[in-house]
């Protein structure tokens, strides 16, 4: 059983930084790719960044500049830098693993950015 631990989230004022992580309970090794998505009130789930097992990225338009995503392999840990944060940043964050053909999702963590 894959299982994903999201942490890193809480209430920020507009312009502030947070880290999230994301644990795996195995070995990046058997991870192809993994990405970080985002879930706001009345919308739907979006990609905010992507990360391969290469080490190529990708970002969602709306963070490009601002969110950096990286990944510790001997860590199995996948992080998401968010800086410049801004109330529209404001949703349930998501962390997702591809191993094979099948997605694993985290819990998810919260972020809160004030005005």
């Known amino acids: 059983q894959v299982q994903l631990v999201e942490s890193g989230g809480g209430l920020v004022q507009a312009g502030g930084t947070l880290r999230l992580s994301c644990v795996a309970s195995?070995?990046?090794?058997?991870?192809?790719?993994m990405g970080w998505y985002r879930q706001a009130p009345g919308k739907q789930l979006e990609l905010v960044a992507g990360i391969t097992s290469g080490g190529s990225t990708n970002y969602a338009d709306s963070v490009k500049g601002r969110f950096t995503i990286s990944r510790d392999n001997a860590k199995n840990t996948v992080y998401l830098q968010m800086n410049s944060l801004k109330p529209e940043d404001t949703a349930v964050y998501y962390c997702?693993?591809?191993?094979?053909?099948?997605?694993?999702w985290g819990q998810g963590t919260q972020v809160t950015v004030s005005s």
């Open positions: 997702r693993a591809q191993i094979s053909l099948t997605y694993y």
């Open positions: 195995v070995s990046f090794s058997s991870i192809r790719d």
